[in-house]
């Protein structure tokens, strides 16, 4: 059985240093999955290209294993993944109808990218071939695939939230995306609330029926599953044993001089509510101020999709609002809040999550959150408070021993604060080992024995 993974984002990127082009394994979920899978038994991962390339680019990994890179023109990167992509249905999907840009071109550049990845398949595909197609900015791809007569198992993973109907119905192209979709025949999301948005859409819409896990349409039946994706837990727990890296928390403790550190780690995003996040920490300097001092918060802001006008509105905001804090409670010998907007590598995010008292991960809204998984898979020694947005689809799995709070709701991060630092060490460590074992159980080889059911983990 060979498997063909489909996503925007590559593998792997090149870096040429002196001519020599060099493989450099890219960070994330779906990467840390696949690659071991493919690497062991074989099979193509297909993405987008470099800028300027003009033919499929195929990079042999192992003797089984390729990459194979679609070529994309500056056009189809400013239609299909700056346009429809993330100026559509990102912001249409985290429900925020006021940034949603609608626009035919983008939509013409979508669909054009979209068959350029189903053809990438086509020419890979042999029969017995398992496919698994990922996240909306691929929408369509299944649709293609069934109609070039692929009778394999066709999966697709959805890992943003899926909007309810009543947000879905703005969207001009709502048909295709859902028939789109629907040419795959299972389709997982982190949630059930998000199959049960997907169902009512598909019956609402495209006037399909549905029961409990599987939805019938055309004289098909394609199952929907809600099913996490989960962590490479082991890898983490290798990192926070590294000694460079028990170091660097060790040293980086000391210089931060004080009593108690907290941690975030996002991407730039306007679903991530870093201003409301920056705004209860503020709340709680105002509201306590005897831990003004003892407590630093440490941000990491990972530079994304900078082309895009929402994304540099939302930069200027944090910026101002972090001055704003440092100017109104720092003092000389204290910082309030280290931010940093770039990126980092998960060595660095180990040591500050092996040295953070608590985590804020506080999504306005969020498919479902990696990092809060990632904290909790760091804290070796179950102590550690994990601070959580009820809007994060991760709340789900996370809710019994995370400190739940709303995060449109600045004094309730602000008492969750003052929770967290004044929470007994017993406390803490109950309520640890509850998300350990939740993250530690329900992790990415769960996560993939599950989803794709017989392709081995
Ligand atoms: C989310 C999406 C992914 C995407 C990632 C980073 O997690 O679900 O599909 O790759 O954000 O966004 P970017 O636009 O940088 O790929």
Same mark, same amino acid.
């Given at each position: 059985?060979?498997?063909?993974? #489909? ?14 082009? *060099?493989?450099? $394994? ?13 690497? $062991? &038994? ?30 994309? @023109? ?33 939509? =013409?550049?979508?669909?054009?990218? !979209? ?14 071939? $398992? ?6 900015? =691929? ?12 009778? %394999? ?13 009543? +947000? ?42 549905? %029961? ?11 199952? #929907? ?7 490479? #837990?082991?890898?983490?727990? *290798?990192? @926070? ?24 780690? %996002? ?41 895009? /006008? ?13 001055? +704003?804090? /440092? ?19 998960? &060595? ?36 550690? #408070?994990?601070?959580?947005? &009820? ?6 799995? =996370?809710? %019994?021993?995370?400190?739940?709070? !709303? ?7 602000? &008492?969750?604060?003052? +929770?967290?630092?004044?929470? *007994? ?12 074992? $939740?993250?530690?159980? /329900? ?15």
């Amino acid at each position: 059985m060979k498997l063909i993974v #489909v996503s925007n984002r590559e593998p792997y990127r090149v870096e040429t240093s002196r001519g020599r082009g *060099r493989l450099e $394994k890219t960070v994330g979920g779906l990467v840390s999955a696949l690659e071991p899978i493919l690497r $062991k &038994e074989g099979g193509v991962w297909i993405c987008w290209g470099r800028k300027g390339q003009k033919t499929p680019l195929e990079t042999r990994i192992t003797e089984d294993f390729l990459m194979k890179q679609v070529p994309l @023109t500056s056009n189809d990167v400013s239609e299909y993944y700056y346009g429809f992509s993330n100026e559509t249905l990102w912001p249409l999907c985290h429900m925020f109808l006021n940034r949603t840009h609608f626009d035919s071109r983008y939509w =013409l550049g979508y669909r054009r990218v !979209n068959r350029k990845f189903a053809r990438a398949v086509s020419e890979v595909y042999t029969p017995g071939s $398992k496919i698994l197609v990922n996240d909306y900015q =691929l929408a369509l791809v299944p649709k293609l695939l069934k109609e070039q007569g692929i009778e %394999d198992t066709i999966y697709m993973f959805w890992h943003i939230p899926f909007p309810p109907y009543f +947000m879905l119905r703005f969207l001009p192209q709502r048909r295709e995306i859902l028939e789109g979709m629907l040419g795959a025949d299972v389709i997982g999301f982190h949630t059930q609330h998000y199959v049960h948005n997907f169902q009512e859409c598909a019956r609402d819409i495209l006037g399909a029926l549905y %029961d409990d896990d599987t939805i019938y349409w055309n004289g098909r039946k394609i199952k #929907v599953r809600a099913i996490p994706i989960g962590i490479d #837990v082991e890898r983490w727990e *290798r990192l @926070t044993s590294e000694p460079k890296v028990v170091k660097y928390a060790r040293n980086l403790r000391k210089k931060l001089g004080v009593e108690y550190v907290g941690i975030g780690v %996002d991407r730039l995003d306007y679903t991530k509510g870093l201003e409301e996040k920056f705004r209860g920490i503020g709340r709680f300097f105002e509201k306590y101020p005897s831990f003004r001092g003892k407590v630093s918060f440490i941000q990491i802001a990972a530079p994304t999709r900078t082309r895009l /006008e929402d994304y540099m509105d939302i930069k200027r905001k944090t910026d101002e609002i972090v001055g +704003m804090i /440092e100017g109104k409670f720092g003092e000389p010998g204290w910082v309030p809040i280290y931010y940093y907007y770039k990126n980092y590598r998960d &060595e660095r995010l180990a040591s500050l999550y092996m040295v953070a008292d608590f985590a804020l991960v506080t999504p306005l809204i969020d498919g479902l959150n990696l990092v809060s998984k990632e904290y909790v898979a760091s804290k070796r020694d179950n102590d550690g #408070v994990l601070i959580l947005s &009820e809007f994060a689809g991760v709340s789900v799995q =996370l809710m %019994d021993g995370a400190l739940i709070v !709303n995060p449109f709701d600045e004094e309730a991060i602000a &008492e969750a604060i003052y +929770m967290a630092l004044k929470m *007994r060490k017993r406390e803490r460590r109950e309520r640890m080992e509850m998300l350990k074992k $939740k993250v530690v159980n /329900e992790d990415i080889h769960w996560w993939l024995k599950n989803f794709l059911k017989d392709v081995s983990a």
